[in-house]
């Protein structure tokens, strides 16, 4: 038996930027004279952080997730470092290579295993259709 989950159109469910306001003006009134540094630094921010409560769930998980790029990009970086020069840029695609290919401590991998990353490619060849190739 095979079961599907329907896409649900987009306004089938309330906004999430609108729900998270009204909490974030629940969570204000409650501790604004406790942390008004952090009520001030939130509503100076919010601008840039609604446009990402738009997108999918599933993208907002892959987003916010980004740990594993940020791993990947500081072994990078420790990796020329450490080898200071490189003669070619052949030379340098092998140790980055090397780098990737390298286990972590515990046995994994650098790369790790992203969850969720089918439901969030569906998310967003949804919304982006014209612009994603598979």
């Not at 916010?64 to 695609?93: C, D, K, V, W």
């Amino acid at each position: 038996m095979e079961h599907r989950r329907e896409a649900t159109p987009p306004d089938a469910h309330p906004q999430v930027s609108s729900i998270a306001q009204a909490r974030f003006d629940a969570f204000a009134t409650e501790f604004g004279d406790q942390y008004p540094a952090v009520i001030r630094l939130w509503r100076t921010s919010w601008p840039q952080f609604v446009p990402f409560l738009d997108y999918d769930h599933e993208v907002r998980k892959v987003l916010y997730t980004t740990n594993i790029i940020e791993s990947l990009n500081a072994r990078f970086r420790q990796a020329a470092r450490r080898r200071g020069h490189f003669p070619t840029e052949q030379a340098a695609m092998k140790v980055l290579y090397l780098v990737v290919q390298q286990k972590c401590r515990g046995g994994g991998s650098i790369t790790g295993r992203v969850y969720g990353w089918a439901e969030a490619l569906n998310a967003l060849v949804l919304a982006y259709g014209d612009r994603i190739t598979i």
